[in-house]
């Protein structure tokens, strides 16, 4: 059985969450869904799909110690967004920390919330799809992708997730397609290049695909979703 991928680690999918004042915030907002302290992205990364992967309808695991972390962080953006409503990133983060807690709804609806304000923040449309994803609400989220798309044509991030799209549609020519593309602006990346083979195991192609994860462990021998693909094709 094929698992569904939905990527949300520090490679694909991360959100820059500006800190507490105590906190460094990272230097950049390009990339969505990143983690609020390096503590939570460690624990992030434990969390398993196949092999390492956040996947679709997985659960989360928190000791309360992490768990009490998330939900400072939800009420320092809580206070955030209360005085500063119009405060696209700051609800953007908000959104992605309901999203950590697993309240998906309450995550849609901040990201609309800044949709509204802010009709073309990149950040609201790429995120809202990632949750859109998670609940299997496919076409919806290829919509949110496509605006994402015109946003920034060149964030390899878009044709990655619609690939992963488009794969759960059974739609397997358009899914590697959309890979293709994410390969070309983004080379070598491992999380790419499994997907692809995950597109080419879903049609059965069980050599090709093994190919291609050998391919990625030839760039990462660590890389868990290609060495649990390896032993799932014995």
Excluded at 113 to 120: A, G, M, R, S, Y
Excluded at 193 to 217: F, H, N, P, R, S
């Amino acid at each position: 059985m094929i698992e569904n991928n939905l990527v949300l680690n520090n490679k694909v999918g991360t959100i820059r969450v500006q800190q507490p004042p105590s906190i460094k915030s990272p230097k950049s907002r390009k990339d969505s869904f990143t983690p609020l302290t390096s503590a939570i992205l460690i624990l992030l990364t434990l969390v398993v799909s196949v092999g390492g992967w956040y996947g679709v309808g997985k659960y989360f695991f928190w000791s309360d110690l992490d768990m009490k972390r998330v939900n400072a962080q939800l009420e320092f953006y809580k206070q955030k967004v209360q005085t500063e409503p119009n405060n696209t990133e700051a609800r953007v983060n908000l959104g992605y920390t309901y999203f950590l807690k697993g309240n998906d709804g309450q995550a849609i609806q901040e990201f609309n919330q800044v949709l509204v304000i802010d009709p073309k923040d990149f950040d609201a449309y790429y995120n809202l799809s990632l949750v859109l994803i998670k609940e299997k609400r496919y076409n919806e989220a290829l919509q949110k992708l496509s605006k994402a798309g015109e946003l920034s044509p060149r964030d390899y991030k878009v044709p990655f997730q619609k690939g992963i799209v488009y794969r759960n549609l059974k739609m397997y020519k358009e899914a590697t397609d959309s890979l293709s593309q994410a390969n070309k602006l983004m080379p070598a990346n491992t999380d790419i290049i499994y997907e692809i083979g995950m597109v080419a195991e879903a049609q059965g192609q069980k050599d090709e695909a093994t190919q291609i994860y050998k391919q990625v462990l030839s760039y990462d021998p660590l890389y868990k979703p290609a060495i649990a693909a390896l032993e799932r094709l014995k």
